[in-house]
Each structure stands twice: as structure tokens, then as C-alpha cells.
């Protein structure tokens, strides 16, 4: 039985794309839905579409690859349920069929397994274009306070199963790494990988969760899973949530802001929940680990060899920061040379 995601390929994808819409166009009829349009989103870790309707009310709806098991987006839907009951915070929410189920697994095409789907709530807002202002950079430090207060909250059943994020997820990455690092790293640089990647997991492996540092996260929370309204983001795409650092979840939204933003960034964390006093050499430590994952996923896709390529400049100049043992996160790097 093949996997129904299945895309090495330029032909697999656009066979992919095709069995994907059909499962989507059967998944719609087992909704009590009045829908308008549906319209293709993007094929990533899940493949999503955005379910339009006449009311003021749209919808997500995806098809999820092999990566998480039934148990898995269920726990997922049930987080996300939990951290809807605060009043500071507006998420995605699971919709359930017209039979009650949550998480269905649809019919394909013979010899394909069948994928799970889930149908969630629409959360409205708007990607964010440009350069982010003071205010928006210290409000996403609000939110994704607010989500580790709420989350800590959340009383987990016997049954929740979600991923966690530390030195052997890490690890599982360098080893996809290792297989594609050569299509736009060279060797110098590929030891460059190698020697920070030693240094985080040496790092992780010294610090010690608390409830104060460790618990539920959303572990995706770049600023393109952020939309906004009024000048407030609010999260989307929990795919990924699982266990792990707060400081990790931090990691991966700083990664894309200015230095002076990430302080905004902290500033706003602050402003619900405090950071230990030490807590810049942690935060760059998973700076550099979460940069080095971006670079993992993207590695086995082709169309992103040349912006990995483009990249190196300023990821290998963080790198010998970090490695150097010079504070980074606050500071403007200047991009260093690559063959």
C-alpha cells in the first residue's frame, strides 16, 4: 500500500494534487455544510483548502499525511478546544461531521492508504506584508505568552499523544540533512552544521524543564502562522504542537523579526510571563536549532535549493556567532561570504 503522500517527483506532485481534491471534494459532503468555494491553500506537512460560504463563517479543511497517527490529530483538536475556553485567545477549532467524528479517513484511489481529515474553524485576519511595527513585534510576544499561560493549564488525559521537540527530534533532522546537505552547502559548511548542531544538542542536554520553562507549545509559530487584525495576531496552524521549551517556541518567531523587534518580541512576553534571568543563552540555542530545522525540512525539495543556496550567507554568519560564543539575538549580523 502506497502512502497517499507521495511527491518526489514533479509528475507525483501534480498526481498527488489530483487525488487530494477528489478526497477533499468527497470530505465536504460529510459536513452539514452550505458551501460556495473551495480554494487550494498549499501542500506542505498536511495539504490544505479554504472552505467558502455565504455566511459570515469559512472553514480549513486538511488532509494530513502519515506523519501523525489518528491519536495524534486528536489530541491536537483537543488542545486547541481547551485553549478556545480563555478568554485572551482566539484559535483554530476542530468541526465535527454530521456523524459526530472529528478526525474521518476518506476513500482513495486503490493502492494509496487512506488519508485523515479534519475540518476547523476559519480564523480571519491577514498575513503580514513588509517590515512589522514596534507594536506588532511586542503583541506577538503577548500572544504566544498567553498560549504557554493557557497551555500549562490544560489537564492532558490519559490518551493525549503529541510529538516532543529536544535533542532526538533534532537529531532525526540532521540525519535528513545529511542526505541532501550537498546540493547547496559545501563541505566547509556542511562541518560548520555539524559543529553547531553538536553544540545544541551538548546544550539541551545540561538544561533542566520545569514547569516554568517546559510544556505544551505550539512549536511552529513563525510569523506566517500568524494573521492579524487591528494590529493583533492571532495563531493559526497548531500541526505541529507538541511538547518542548517555551524558549523554543520563541526561537522560531524571532528567527524572522530585527534585532530591535525581538526585544520588542520579549518585552511583550514579559508583560504575562517572566523569563529566567538567564535565559539569552538558552534562547540562542535554539535560535541556531531552529534555523538548522528550517534548513532540514526544506532540504529534500528541490525548488528550494537555490533560496537555501541564498540563505547561507546569513544562516553560516549566525552560525559562527553562536560557535564563537558572541551574543547574537540583540545584535545586527552582518552576512559572511560563501562558496
Known amino acids: 500500500m502506497n502512502d497517499f503522500f507521495r511527491f518526489d517527483t514533479d509528475e507525483e506532485r501534480r498526481a498527488l494534487l489530483i487525488r487530494a481534491r477528489k478526497v477533499a471534494l468527497s470530505a465536504i459532503q460529510k459536513y452539514n455544510l452550505e458551501w460556495d468555494n473551495i480554494q487550494f491553500i498549499q501542500l506542505s506537512d498536511t495539504i490544505t483548502y479554504k472552505i467558502e460560504t455565504s455566511t459570515d463563517n469559512n472553514y480549513l479543511l486538511r488532509i494530513h499525511s502519515d506523519r501523525l497517527s489518528r491519536e495524534e490529530i486528536r489530541s491536537e483538536l483537543l488542545l486547541l478546544q481547551a485553549l478556545n475556553k480563555s478568554k485572551d485567545l482566539n484559535v483554530p477549532e476542530g468541526m465535527a461531521n454530521c456523524d ?33 511595527t514596534d507594536s506588532q513585534a511586542y503583541n506577538m510576544g503577548v500572544l504566544m505568552s498567553r498560549l504557554h499561560a493557557a497551555a500549562k493549564d490544560f489537564n492532558a488525559p490519559s490518551d493525549f499523544v503529541r510529538p516532543t521537540w529536544g535533542v532526538e527530534s533534532f537529531k532525526r533532522e540532521m540525519a535528513k540533512l545529511e542526505r541532501y546537505y550537498e546540493r547547496f552547502l559545501s563541505e566547509e559548511g556542511w562541518k560548520l552544521y555539524q559543529d553547531a548542531a553538536e553544540k545544541v544538542v551538548s546544550q539541551l542536554t545540561t538544561m533542566h524543564p520545569s514547569e ?25 496552524d ?22 530591535k523587534h525581538r526585544w520588542m518580541l520579549v518585552q511583550g512576553y514579559e508583560s504575562i510571563r517572566k523569563l529566567e534571568t538567564d535565559y539569552i543563552r538558552d534562547l540562542e540555542c535554539f535560535f541556531v536549532m531552529f534555523m538548522i530545522e528550517n534548513t532540514c525540512h526544506h532540504s529534500s525539495d528541490p525548488r528550494e535549493t537555490t533560496s537555501l ?3 547561507q550567507k546569513y544562516a ?17 549580523i552582518e552576512p559572511v561570504n560563501v562558496d
Open 212 to 236: 516554568h520553562n517546559y510544556g505544551l507549545i505550539h512549536a511552529d509559530l513563525h510569523t506566517g502562522n500568524m494573521v492579524f487584525r487591528d494590529n493583533q495576531p492571532y495563531p493559526i
Open 238 to 259: 497548531f500541526g505541529r504542537c507538541g511538547y518542548g521549551y517555551y524558549l523554543y517556541d520563541m526561537a522560531g518567531t524571532i528567527l524572522e523579526l530585527w534585532p
Open 316 to 332: 553560516q554568519a549566525y552560525i559562527r556567532e553562536y560557535l564563537n560564543g558572541n551574543p547574537f539575538l540583540f545584535e545586527v
Open 100 to 132: 459526530g467524528i472529528y478526525v474521518l479517513d476518506i476513500e482513495t484511489e486503490t493502492g494509496y492508504r487512506r488519508p485523515y481529515i479534519t475540518m476547523m474553524r476559519w480564523i480571519e485576519g491577514e498575513k503580514a506584508t513588509g517590515e512589522f
Open 309 to 311: 543556496i541564498d540563505e
